[in-house]
């Protein structure tokens, strides 16, 4: 748990002197030091793992060495700074987005209450405009004529120590979640400012632990925590013992790289051995047995979420590639996707710009309601809330609604499917379908405005949870004030990291409210061939009316 | 210092200007010389750095969605701020350049007690934005009164309708007024709003007391010092059609002044963030259609050498854990000679 | 260069309208607006600097000056010579023609002064 005390969290951040608070700040920014110390930052990545990664990506995550942010020596490349600036010209040649956001702020201000970072800490350089600040001083004295001429006075300054010390805590204080995005007149967007700012510190070898080994196990086995395939099945097949309990029906239809399969079903992986990601799965593995789906799940391309696309495009490639690699190897039809953010960013942004295309696939149709997904028709891959909003859509399931009746449900849009995507209608239908009570948050909190729980891009590690806690407020916030105006218990969402942060989050802020994916909700509510009364949901929770 | 160096340098303009100004060569050099050169500047820098920024691909489509996409047929889309056609982009992209759409979003957020955040709304900056934006767009147009002849009626009826209430000789613009104040709305906000204050960079005073300048000295120009409009129309007009007449000296010195200062302005345009002008139609985020999954969007710079860790590498890593759990397998496990020894055996 | 086929386009037609000016065929720059002076008379009621940049102001003092005021409505020139503090009784008197003085500045400059919504316009010489 975090390391401040919620008593005492709840006095700091209305009380504590911040910009959020009313305070204003002594120095001017570019005067102030970025102190790291332990809480404030992610561990460094260990030396094997950047050894593992520039094995299969050369030149990519700098030299393979050991190093600690609190020490003024950060054994860098004696040539860090022309790396990092070679590396700056290399993106602003590739990227056309990175010169327009660059050039273009006008330092306007309407970004800077929107992110979550800020609103919980007070930190000036949490404001997106400040974050990308730190990026474009450098920009200017290198890059433009003005801050050459002009240096300071045009806002430029060179790259320093403690600039890439500035860079490395506070483009690991954004979680890429966009919302600053949607309220700049430009669209200056900071997750591609931050994409782009860590992949400059990879290239000399500042990086965290916590993307890099998950990144690095998903590479070799598939899944981020590194299990074995043997160890995969028996954790996926455990959960068939628990779905028995609780229902009274042995499902027979999970199976793993069965070839000639119709459709390929990927998963962010901590569905299979994380609660509550576990209940998500049983509720997938409910719904494809209740319509006879004809799917296959991959050992080898068994993680959807994609730890490289906090690192570096080169690394979001190579992960992702596995997919449509395993769907043509496979035989596949087409893909599903299951509830994870940004996966979805990625499935839906870059992976066939990355690995297509997908010419051996086709188009995805609903074989239960032969609905042709023309939204997938290149890429050829759906969520599961598109699929299942479809199968609603078409009467297609058999549902016991009063079986969420113990559930006073709100849902969270996680940022990417919400703002890298644009899907909000689709969860939504379902838990309309499947539970009576469902109540929204605060609209400024919500579908293209929610917040980010506070963690994504690899920042969901314990060794930050004061920042987490203090990044997750304006989400819990809005939690809470459902919470309190119609008792809801339930946060649902359609997002890995979420169930796993969320959790955190709210038992922090809200010990009242429990976390849950939407197809949880959904497996409670179907109704299955033999089962037997139900007196307790997935997670043994029992069912409205059966709590005696 | 953030505030004062701008400022000064804005006064050291003026100044410059009043001395050139004091002379007929200074003033030929003021009223024709740099006028060309600032409109070269300006329309060679700024078509530059269009050209420039159009050497870099856009690798990703990446549009920033703010609304329900293009998805199930029954699901209503929201066709402007989730665009999945062309004619949705441009849309999308009207809105934005034309009514500042994602400003108007703006919210305030505080936090209270509790903890609990609170979010406002906030349309001041979208209003002012606005204001001042199309204020100085038809002050510029009404310009061309001095650029042109015959006068465009267009211009005539802009003018006409600028200076409806029929205040004062010579009618007063309302522009000018509504100006002025936005001018004044976005520099009070910079200065006393606690965040603005911290993020702003003398690179975004300049541009506004240089703007000040400008609406400062045509308004004392029109209003109060009052110069000879004819004679300057002949000179305006002369460059226009780049026969500019010689200076005769009926042109007061406060026209000088504001015309090295528009001037500056055109210089120091390209080179800034006043650049927004051209970057707002070239943004990403805004001006592409969320259709990435219908359309493949090619990236000129994909390394088709990056290629997954191999199914093949990862059977054989894990082949003997894979048969043992009846996952399917590519290649068998090699036949143990012992197991062999014991099948024939059985035979 | 990418996206040229919208890019381009839109360079041409924003150096297009930024030059509109110099590609407008404006007519000939040399011929200056030559208002009509009154033959008989050579002084007018101010220096002629004055009277070209600030004439809207003088009449509007005019106005303010008799109507709300109560002044008088005669006038001395520097020479001692009277005139009548009036746009149709005094200005008109000397500037007989409109058209030839009046408009060819005023419509030069792009000025519309709505002097004559209320004031008789004079009759044009037939």
């Not at chain 1, 979805?344 to 149709?365: E, I, K, S």
């Not at chain 3, 839109?10 to 200056?32: E, N, Q």
Request: proline content about 5%.
């Amino acid at each position: 748990m975090a390391d401040t005390k919620v008593a005492q969290m709840k006095e700091k951040v209305v009380k504590e002197p911040s910009l959020m608070t009313g305070a204003v700040p002594a120095k001017d920014w570019w005067d102030v030091e970025a102190v790291f110390k332990q809480g404030n930052y992610c561990y460094p990545a260990k030396k094997s793992m950047v050894e593992y990664h520039n094995k299969n990506l050369p030149g990519v995550f700098g030299v393979p060495r050991d190093w600690d942010p609190e020490s003024d020596n950060w054994n860098l490349p004696e040539n860090w700074q022309e790396i990092i600036l070679n590396g700056l010209k290399d993106r602003l040649d590739k990227f056309r987005s990175l010169k327009i956001f660059m050039d273009c702020c006008v330092r306007c201000g309407a970004c800077a209450d929107k992110c979550h970072f800020f609103l919980g800490t007070g930190d000036p350089k949490n404001m997106p405009v400040l974050r990308a600040e730190l990026l474009r001083s450098v920009y200017r004295n290198d890059f433009t004529l003005a801050g050459k001429l002009l240096g300071k006075m045009a806002g430029a300054r060179p790259m320093t120590f403690k600039v890439l010390k500035e860079w490395f805590m506070y483009f690991y204080q954004c979680t890429e979640c966009r919302r600053c995005s949607v309220f700049c007149p430009y669209g200056i967007d900071t997750a591609e400012v931050t994409m782009m700012a860590r992949e400059l510190l990879h290239l000399v070898g500042v990086g965290t632990n916590w993307i890099l080994e998950p990144a690095a196990n998903s590479n070799r086995t598939g899944n981020h925590l590194g299990l074995q395939p043997h160890t995969f099945k028996e954790n996926a097949e455990f959960l068939l013992d628990d779905i028995e309990e609780s229902t009274g029906v042995r499902l027979n239809s999970l199976n793993f790289n069965r070839k000639g399969a119709e459709i390929l079903f990927v998963i962010p992986s901590a569905d299979v051995f994380a609660e509550p990601g576990i209940f998500t799965f049983m509720g997938y593995l409910l719904l494809f047995e209740h319509i006879g789906l004809d799917y296959t799940i991959s050992t080898y391309a068994s993680e959807g979420g994609n730890f490289g696309s906090f690192t570096h495009n080169s690394l979001m490639k190579k992960l992702n590639g596995k997919i449509y690699a395993e769907a043509k190897r496979l035989g596949v039809k087409w893909i599903l996707g299951g509830e994870c953010g940004h996966m979805w960013r990625v499935l839906h942004q870059y992976m066939d710009t990355m690995n297509g295309p997908a010419d051996f696939l086709q188009v995805p149709v609903s074989p239960i309601t032969g609905t042709r997904f023309d939204n997938a028709a290149t890429t050829k891959m759906i969520h599961i809330s598109e699929f299942t909003a479809d199968l609603l859509h078409h009467n297609k399931l058999k549902l016991d609604k009063s079986r969420n009746d113990h559930r006073i449900v709100t849902f969270h849009d996680s940022c990417n499917p919400a703002r890298g995507m644009g899907m909000l209608e689709e969860p939504r239908h379902i838990l309309k379908s499947v539970c009576n009570n469902f109540h929204e948050m605060p609209e400024n909190t919500i579908r293209e405005n929610t917040f980010c729980c506070g963690s994504g891009t690899g920042l969901n590690t314990g060794e930050i949870m004061d920042l987490r806690m203090r990044a997750g407020l304006p989400r819990a916030n809005a939690v809470r004030h459902v919470a309190d105006k119609h008792g809801v218990n339930m946060l649902s969402c359609v997002c890995a990291i979420d169930r796993a942060t969320l959790l955190a989050l709210n038992q922090y802020w809200n010990p009242d409210v429990e976390v849950c994916g939407v197809s949880e909700l959904l497996g409670n509510a179907l109704i299955m061939e033999g089962e037997k009364e139900r007196e307790t949901d997935l997670r043994f929770a029992p069912l409205a009316g059966m709590e005696g | 210092m953030r505030i004062m160096s701008p400022l000064i340098a804005v006064l050291a303009l003026v100044l410059l200007a009043l001395v050139a100004a004091q002379g007929p060569g200074g003033q030929a050099l003021v009223g024709i010389i740099l006028p060309y050169l600032a409109f070269a500047v300006f329309l060679g820098g700024v078509v530059s750095r269009v050209v420039n920024w159009s050497s870099s691909p856009v690798p990703f489509r990446i549009p920033t969605t703010c609304g329900q996409a293009n998805s199930l047929p029954w699901i209503k889309q929201n066709k402007l701020d989730c665009p999945s056609t062309k004619a949705g982009v441009i849309g999308r992209m009207l809105l934005e350049v034309l009514l500042f759409r994602s400003l108007f979003r703006n919210t305030k957020a505080e936090m209270h007690e509790g903890p609990k955040l609170v979010y406002g709304s906030s349309k001041f900056l979208w209003l002012f934005a606005l204001l001042f934006h199309y204020c100085f767009l038809v002050i510029i147009l009404r310009h061309l009164r001095l650029f042109m002849d015959p006068i465009p009626s267009f211009v005539a009826a802009l003018e006409f309708g600028d200076g409806f209430m029929q205040i004062g000789l010579p009618v007063f613009y309302q522009t000018d007024a509504i100006f002025l104040g936005a001018l004044a709305f976005l520099f009070l906000r910079r200065v006393m709003l606690t965040n603005i204050r911290y993020i702003s960079l003398p690179a975004d005073y300049f541009p506004l007391f240089l703007i000040m300048g400008i609406a400062i000295t045509g308004i004392l120009m029109r209003y109060f010092l009052r110069v000879d409009v004819v004679a300057i129309k002949q000179l305006t007009l002369g460059l226009a059609t780049l026969s500019p007449p010689a200076i005769t000296g009926q042109i007061g010195t406060i026209f000088f002044v504001h015309i090295f200062l528009v001037c500056a302005l055109l210089i120091y345009f390209p080179f800034s963030k006043l650049m927004h002008l051209a970057g707002v139609f070239m943004s990403p985020t805004r001006n592409m259609i969320n259709n990435s999954r219908m359309v493949r969007h090619i990236n000129p710079w994909n390394d088709p050498k990056i290629k997954p860790h191999s199914y093949a590498s990862y059977e054989d890593e894990f082949r003997e854990f894979m048969v043992g759990a009846d996952i399917p397998v590519e290649k068998e496990l090699p036949a143990q000679p012992a197991e062999e020894d014991a099948a024939k055996v059985a035979e | 260069m990418y996206g040229k086929g919208r890019i381009i386009p839109a360079l041409i037609l924003f150096l297009g309208l930024m030059t509109t000016p110099i590609w407008y065929k404006s007519g000939d720059v040399s011929k200056m607006p030559k208002p009509e002076k009154p033959k008989d008379y050579t002084e007018c009621v101010a220096p002629v600097q004055y009277m070209r940049t600030s004439h809207m102001v003088l009449l509007n003092e005019w106005r303010d000056d008799i109507l709300r005021e109560g002044g008088t409505r005669v006038g001395k020139t520097a020479n001692g010579t009277e005139y009548v503090r009036s746009l149709q009784n005094g200005c008109m008197k000397c500037h007989s023609d409109k058209k030839k003085f009046c408009d060819t500045c005023h419509i030069y400059a792009s000025v519309k002064p709505y002097c004559w919504d209320c004031h008789l316009q004079p009759k044009e010489a037939m």
